[in-house]
């Protein structure tokens, strides 16, 4: 498995996993990703003497998130639930989430990212109100997604 690391004062780079002493000086925020967890018809993983993925290419390809770390917190794993529901969504969406940590989706972008689960599908990555109902991440979902949108601010300050 490649992994990224994504922080807010460098550019992403590779690390050997979550033993890298990269991860622990990343201050947060960070997010940690598995790059060749993409499902494409290559199944083929980046090319380690590349360099890594860009930010937004992090974003926009459905890579897997394994863990998040916010700024001055420790890191935290992504549940299962969480990851797949990220990576099940499109670019579009991912962004604008990670524009809007609180944006809603109707339920048709809502049965995209839970691959088609229920409109009442019970989950800690999810809530919903209103009549039709309307979505927002909530969780573990919700902290990578205001992650990511941190990180993107501040590469976006720096550029």
């Known amino acids: ?28 925020p ?28 992090c974003i926009d390809a459905p890579y897997r998130p394994l863990a998040y770390r916010e ?3 420790d890191w935290s794993d992504i549940d299962f639930e969480a990851a797949d529901h990220w990576v099940q969504m499109g670019p579009e969406l991912r962004r604008r989430l990670v524009e809007d940590h609180l944006a809603t989706l109707a339920v048709g972008e809502f ?14 990555n999810w809530v919903y109100s209103g009549s039709p109902r ?7 979902l919700r902290e990578l997604i205001t992650v990511l949108g941190e990180l993107t601010r501040k590469a976006d300050q720096r550029a």
């Open 1 to 28: 498995m490649t992994f990224v690391l994504l922080t807010a004062g460098d550019h992403p780079l590779f690390v050997d996993g979550t033993d890298d002493p990269n991860l622990a000086e990343a201050a947060g």
């Open 111 to 124: 049965k995209v990212a839970t691959n088609n689960g229920s409109a009442s599908i019970i989950t800690n």
């Open 134 to 140: 309307t979505y927002r991440a909530a969780g573990r």
């Open 30 to 57: 960070a997010v940690l990703i598995a790059v060749d967890s993409a499902a494409d018809d290559s199944n083929s993983g980046p090319d380690i003497g590349t360099e890594a993925p860009s930010l937004n290419a």
């Open 71 to 73: 700024s001055g917190a």
